[in-house]
């Protein structure tokens, strides 16, 4: 494949052409090689031959694994400057927005795949907001002290960082009931579903952080469960509707250089350094894993039902924990080095 697409940005278009058809030979299921030969031959002034085969790959025909969208749209900007006295600072700001219908191969909504369209929506991987600031400012206490002790010990000293700023992942809900295909359903839209911060008296843990109102979304109807093509079947809500908790993030450290008398004619220095992550100890909901929220419906949930908190006629406590903040990142951490 790259061969073909280097012979592609040279023009030579029927070599590209050769090398991308001895690639299907090999693997006569790859979308992406039918296509190449297709652009190739379209190119080269050739005849088309496999422009039906990648009619196909491109219409989703089940002889080919379902194709996904991937759309983003961002805006970067950097800044860098040396301020002056003693501190330089660099910032740098993203806004995107990434919009597909399958956030992998392996990603699936397990909800009518057959329609993936259905599921276009903004990706799994989608940070809206990111900002990311670095900068070193030298401290400019007892640098001209008359005391050699005084400059030595208290002046010389820097503080640098690393600050980060940015938006939640996206969380997706889904009912915990099967529909009439075998595969899962979404929640549906009870009223106006957003973000609504609290604190609820958890029995096990105590006062725990919520992130929506459970009771906004509910679970699907009966009729709902049915492959009957009609509206809301298999469930309301879109794809990744809400956005979970971003991360506002210090890591700072405080060193300083002292020259050492050893080695002669050469210098040499010995660095001291106090730094700390999280530094404010500020708590930051989420994990490397996802957004952390407890999003979704018990199966027990009655069909067309809030998904909050509730007891069933029998006493079975249901949905207990939905809506909660289920992890969160790392408190302060504290390291010397020399």
């Given at each position: 494949m790259d061969l073909g697409l280097f012979y592609v940005r040279q023009r030579d278009y029927r070599r590209a052409t050769q090398v991308l058809e001895r690639g299907v030979?090999?693997?006569?299921?790859?979308?992406?090689?039918?296509?190449?030969?297709?652009?190739?031959?379209?190119?080269?002034?050739?005849?088309?031959e496999s422009v039906e085969t990648s009619r196909?790959?491109?219409?989703?025909?089940?002889?080919?694994?379902?194709?996904?969208?991937?759309?983003?749209?961002?805006?970067?900007?950097?800044?860098?400057?040396t301020v002056g006295k003693g501190l330089t600072l660099q910032a740098s700001y993203t806004w995107s927005h990434a919009i597909d219908d399958a956030s992998s191969t392996y990603s699936?909504?397990?909800?009518?795949?057959?329609?993936?369209?259905?599921?276009?929506?903004?990706?799994?991987?989608?940070?809206?907001?990111?900002?990311?600031?670095?900068?070193?400012?030298?401290?400019?206490?007892?640098?001209?002290?008359?005391?050699?002790a005084a400059?030595?010990?208290?002046?010389?000293?820097?503080?640098?960082?690393?600050?980060?700023?940015?938006?939640?992942?996206?969380?997706?809900?889904?009912?915990?009931?099967?529909?009439?295909?075998?595969?899962?359903?979404?929640?549906?839209?009870?009223?106006?579903?957003?973000?609504?911060?609290?604190?609820?008296?958890?029995?096990?843990?105590?006062?725990?952080?919520?992130?929506?109102?459970?009771?906004?979304?509910?679970?699907?109807?009966?009729?709902?469960?049915?492959?009957?093509?009609?509206?809301?079947?298999?469930?309301?809500?879109?794809?990744?509707?809400?956005?979970?908790?971003?991360?506002?993030?210090?890591?700072?450290?405080?060193?300083?250089?002292f020259e050492l008398p050893w080695f002669g004619a050469e210098r040499s220095r010995l660095q001291f350094r106090w730094e700390t992550f999280n530094t404010f100890n500020h708590p930051q909901w989420g994990s490397f894993g996802g957004p952390a929220v407890n999003a979704g419906c018990d199966s027990q949930t009655p069909p067309g039902s809030p998904c909050g908190p509730a007891m069933l006629p029998d006493g079975t406590p249901i949905n207990l924990r939905n809506g909660q903040v289920n992890a969160a990142w790392p408190a302060r951490i504290m390291q010397f080095g020399l």
């Open positions: 030979n090999a693997n006569p299921q790859s979308p992406f090689l039918l296509l190449g030969v297709s652009l190739s031959q379209l190119l080269s002034g050739q005849q088309v196909k790959v491109l219409k989703l025909e089940p002889d080919f694994p379902p194709a996904q969208l991937l759309m983003v749209y961002a805006l970067q900007a950097n800044f860098r400057h699936r909504t397990g909800v009518d795949d057959s329609n993936l369209s259905r599921w276009r929506a903004t990706s799994d991987m989608n940070r809206t907001q990111v900002l990311v600031m670095n900068y070193i400012y030298e401290l400019p206490f007892f640098t001209k002290s008359r005391s050699g400059r030595s010990l208290l002046g010389g000293w820097k503080v640098s960082g690393i600050t980060s700023f940015f938006t939640g992942a996206p969380i997706n809900f889904g009912c915990s009931l099967l529909s009439g295909i075998g595969e899962g359903v979404q929640c549906n839209s009870l009223g106006k579903f957003q973000i609504k911060k609290g604190v609820v008296n958890d029995p096990e843990f105590g006062p725990t952080p919520t992130w929506f109102d459970p009771n906004t979304i509910g679970q699907v109807t009966l009729a709902q469960l049915r492959a009957d093509g009609q509206l809301g079947m298999f469930g309301t809500m879109g794809r990744n509707v809400l956005t979970g908790p971003g991360r506002n993030n210090w890591d700072m450290a405080l060193l300083k250089d």
